[in-house]
């Protein structure tokens, strides 16, 4: 089993920055990739980030490209969302996530391993 704690939220006010952390326990932790999704109030959750594990290499939802920057530190198992530039329709409750095989990136039903989520807040 795999565990997955997320932390980093908070509130901020539109146009300020946050840095989500994600850290991985458990069994020998491997993993194809790791992403980020989020849920606002009244919304389905939805693809945020995403970095394969091995490679490095990232897609970005377009609401956040260029805004949002997904890293990962293999030794300490550990991914992390930089969150700049930040707007209020950013608000949500983000989620890391796990994929153990590859699949569609941006799916919900792709990953195997969920956190429990960290409240974003962006005030305008």
């Known amino acids: 089993q795999v565990q997955l704690v997320e932390s980093g939220g908070g509130l901020v006010q539109a146009g300020g920055s946050l840095r989500l952390s994600c850290a991985a326990s458990?069994?020998?932790?491997?993993?194809?990739?790791m992403a980020w999704f989020r849920r606002a109030p009244g919304k389905e959750r939805e693809f945020v980030a995403v970095?394969?594990?091995?490679?490095?290499?990232?897609d970005y939802a377009d609401s956040v490209k260029g805004r949002f920057v997904v890293s990962r530190d293999i030794v300490k198992n550990a991914v992390y969302l930089q969150m700049n530039s930040l707007k209020p329709e950013d608000t949500a409750v983000y989620y890391c996530?796990?994929?153990?095989?590859?699949?569609?990136?941006?799916?919900?039903?792709?990953?195997?391993?969920w956190g429990q989520g960290t409240q974003v807040t962006v005030s305008s």
């Open positions: 996530a796990a994929q153990v095989f590859s699949g569609t990136y941006y799916e919900v039903r792709s990953y195997n391993y």
């Open positions: 458990g069994r020998t932790f491997s993993s194809y990739a």
């Open positions: 970095i394969r594990w091995s490679a490095g290499n990232a």
